[in-house]
C-alpha cells in the first residue's frame, strides 16, 4: 500500500517563496513518477507539475513555469515543489500524487493519478 504525505504548506505573502514536500511510503519500496495537483475554493483539482521516476523530465502547467520547480530526492522518497512568486490565484489545497503504471507525461496530459495524499493548505495572502 502507498501512502503520500505532504508538508510545508502554510501562509505567504504575494511575491514570497514556500517549498512543500511530499514523502511515499510503499512496503515494495517502489519507485514511481509523482507530482502535484492543486484545488483551489470553488474550483476543479488541476495539474500544477510532474516529475520522470528518475527526476530528468519535469512538466509545467503554464500558469507555474518559470515560478514553480519540482525535484525528487530517491533516496529518501520525497518529491519536493519549490514555488517562488507566489500570487494570489496560487492559493490553493496542494496535493501530492503518483502514478504506478503510467508517465510523468501522462500525469500532465491526461491526470493518470493512482495515488493521492491528503493535501497540504498553502495560503498567499498580505
Known amino acids: 500500500q502507498v501512502q503520500l504525505v505532504e508538508s510545508g504548506g502554510g501562509l505567504v505573502q504575494p511575491g514570497g517563496s514556500l517549498r512543500v514536500s511530499c514523502t511515499a511510503s510503499?512496503?515494495?519500496?517502489?519507485?514511481?513518477?509523482m507530482g502535484w495537483f492543486r484545488q483551489a475554493p470553488g474550483k476543479e483539482r488541476a495539474f500544477v507539475a510532474s516529475?520522470?521516476?528518475?527526476?530528468?523530465?519535469?512538466y509545467y502547467a503554464d500558469s507555474v513555469k518559470g515560478r514553480f520547480t519540482i525535484s525528487r530526492d530517491n533516496a529518501k522518497n520525497t518529491v519536493y515543489l519549490q514555488m517562488n512568486g507566489l500570487k494570489a490565484e496560487d492559493t490553493a489545497v496542494y496535493y501530492c500524487?503518483?502514478?504506478?503504471?503510467?508517465?510523468?507525461?501522462?500525469?500532465?496530459?491526461?491526470?493518470?493519478?493512482?495515488?493521492w495524499g491528503s493535501g497540504t493548505l498553502v495560503t498567499v495572502s498580505s
Open positions: 510503499d512496503s515494495t519500496n517502489r519507485r514511481f513518477p
Open positions: 516529475i520522470s521516476l528518475g527526476g530528468a523530465t519535469a
Open positions: 500524487a503518483g502514478t504506478q503504471w503510467d508517465t510523468a507525461q501522462s500525469m500532465a496530459e491526461n491526470r493518470a493519478v493512482d495515488y
